[in-house]
């Protein structure tokens, strides 16, 4: 009896590790998100292709890699294993920093950017690949909103830290309390690994080829849905990205102005995710099921989009600050791509064989997302040198998000993922359950 009473506390407990764990995974990863994009705000939007070309190089080279270790080895390993080298790589640029003035803002800034975008991919998407696998998919529509807010108040502290430390710390240190709070992260998840392994969960690697993720984008009604909604419903958000790194390049001369300024970007994103999370978000996903969570945001980047057309260069004022109306375009996507269509996202995968879980949605959320962001600075770049006015940017921003609409709905609603009970409201438990 009291055995099964300490078993069902542990299980009780586990949604609020969970949440706790990505709570100190998006505080490390937002401690150092500014740092990278005021080096991106200081050689301005023409630079960003060259930044994204960059990181999509270094995706193509490590999906390989990740897919190797999936295969081989227990996610207990892959954990600590990809955790800790994360955690070295952030000690190993604190004196490339103390030297940026020798180095360069430059180089240093392509190096940084790139390795903060595989840390942000692989991390956060290693972590919901290993929630998927922890939680039936009963259990994941009911807990994956509250591990999604708990890591929004991770993005909320987050970039608080960075405002209030910047100035008196410096750069340097910041990465150390960014490598403390993923340590901290990955005793969680190693916490919560050990408790199924003691309740007879299995511990198994995935195994499968290292090139499987690719293999099932191409195989995959549902994978090529997911990607084609990755480029297009993240491409309005990192338009606006691109825009507003011209802003940061005119505007805010100084490294320290322009972390306090996208600290207070990834502010206002994250408070807009949060208030999400703890209103329409898990009303969506408890009363009108998945489809009307991932289909909501694509309309909200439609009206911002429609809205552009007509504002233009329009200024509005943002946490004190004066700034193109794209920026608002901003935080309105992010916001609701961090607040509502990750957690969607991530509870269709629960209803997906567990090796497309970890490799599949990787590659997805890792090389495809890279991809876009080259594909959409790059034609930016293009199409302002052909002299296209804003306007009409915007105009081809609002079809592509017309269209994310359509594939949104294609993806919640494709024939490969298992059936959901009581109508379109909650996913069945078994289907997707691991032994």
């Known amino acids: 009896m009291s055995l099964s009473s300490s078993a069902v506390a542990r299980q009780d407990a586990t949604p609020i590790v969970s949440a706790l764990a ?7 990863y937002y401690i150092v998100r500014p740092v990278r994009d005021q080096l991106s705000g200081a050689v301005g939007s023409s630079q960003l292709p060259l930044f994204y070309a960059a990181t999509l190089a270094a995706m193509l080279l490590l999906t390989p890699v990740f897919g190797a270790l999936v295969a081989r080895f227990p996610r207990r390993r892959l954990l600590g294993w990809s955790y800790c080298f ?11 920093f103390l030297a940026q003035d020798r180095i360069g803002a430059r180089t240093l800034g392509v190096a940084f950017f790139v390795w903060v975008s595989v840390f942000n991919l692989f991390v956060v998407s290693l972590f919901w690949s290993f929630m998927a696998d922890v939680y039936d998919s009963r259990r994941a529509r009911e807990v994956f909103p509250l591990i999604a807010l708990g890591g929004m108040a991770g993005a909320v502290f987050g970039p608080l830290i960075t405002s209030a430390l910047v100035g ?8 150390l309390v960014s490598a403390a709070m993923l340590g901290v992260a990955l005793m969680l998840l190693l916490g919560i690994s050990a408790e199924r392994a003691q309740g007879g969960a299995t511990e198994q690697p995935i195994g499968g080829s290292l090139w499987e993720g690719v293999r099932e984008l191409w195989s995959s009604p549902f994978l090529r849905f997911m990607a084609i909604l990755m480029l297009l419903g993240d491409g309005i958000g990192t338009l606006a990205y691109a825009l507003v790194a011209d802003y940061a390049k005119a505007h805010l001369t100084s490294s320290i102005s322009r972390t306090a300024f996208y600290a207070h970007i990834d502010l206002a994103v994250n408070g807009l995710g949060a208030c999400l999370q703890l209103t329409l978000t898990r009303l969506l996903l408890i009363r009108r099921g998945v489809l009307w969570a991932v289909v909501v945001p694509m309309l909200v980047n439609l009206a911002l989009m429609l809205f552009a ?11 004190g600050y004066s700034m193109p109306y794209l920026a608002i375009v901003m935080i309105g996507s992010r916001g609701f791509m961090y607040g509502m269509t990750k957690p969607a996202s991530d509870a269709l995968y629960t209803r997906v064989p567990r090796e497309m879980r970890y490799k599949g949605k990787n590659f997805v959320e890792t090389a495809v997302w890279r991809l876009g962001d080259l594909l959409v600075t790059s034609s930016v770049t ?15 921003g609002a079809g592509a998000a017309l269209l994310a609409t359509w594939v949104a709905r294609k993806a919640a609603t494709a024939p490969e993922l298992a059936p959901e009970e009581n109508g379109a409201s909650m996913p069945d438990a078994h289907a997707v359950k691991e032994a």
């Open 22 to 28: 990505f709570f100190f995974i998006l505080t490390a």
């Open 86 to 96: 994360f955690i070295v790589c952030l000690l190993g640029f604190m004196p490339a």
């Open 168 to 175: 008196v710390l410096g750069v340097a240190p910041l990465l």
């Open 309 to 319: 057309v007509a504002s233009g260069h329009a200024q509005f004022s943002v946490m």
């Open 382 to 396: 293009a199409l302002e040198g052909l002299g296209i006015a804003l306007g009409r940017i915007a105009l081809i």
